[in-house]
Nanobody, 127 residues
Framework: QVQLVESGGGLVQAGESLRLSCAASGFTLDYSVISWFRQAPGKEREGVSCIGNSDDNIYYWDSVKGRFSISRDSDKNTVFLQMNNLKPEDSAVYYC????????????????????WGQGTQVTVSS
């Protein structure tokens, strides 16, 4: 059974940091593109970051560029999102999502769709 489980959210003050984790089971993250999305109340879902199957296949949306960092631990089958210098506008439910390529297909970040989604983790940044 394919499953993505996010963790690491919480309540922090502006300027502080959090590290989100996205642990996968039922498939290998190394062969998939993993994206982080977020959605705040009353707003549309937006992209945050994306990591493909190589170190040069990484993307950050402008709103988090320079503050967030995405990485992968293959041994743990987990993707991390390090969030530094958090701002109140970063408050949202954060979701990780996986998209698996078809045979012979190469997926390049950023991605706007996914095959599998996690349940989300809440991040709240107070001013």
């Amino acid at each position: 059974q394919v499953q993505l489980v996010e963790s690491g959210g919480g309540l922090v003050q502006a300027g502080e940091s959090l590290r989100l984790s996205c642990a996968a089971s039922g498939f290998t993250l190394d062969y998939s593109v993993i994206s982080w999305f977020r959605q705040a109340p009353g707003k549309e879902r937006e992209g945050v970051s994306c990591i493909g199957n190589s170190d040069d296949n990484i993307y950050y949306w402008d709103s988090v560029k320079g503050r967030f960092s995405i990485s992968r631990d293959s041994d743990k089958n987990t993707v991390f999102l390090q969030m530094n210098n958090l701002k109140p506008e970063d408050s949202a439910v954060y979701y990780c999502a996986a998209e698996t390529p078809s045979i012979g297909e190469t997926l390049i970040c950023p991605r706007l769709r996914a095959d599998y989604w996690g349940q989300g983790t809440q991040v709240t940044v107070s001013s």
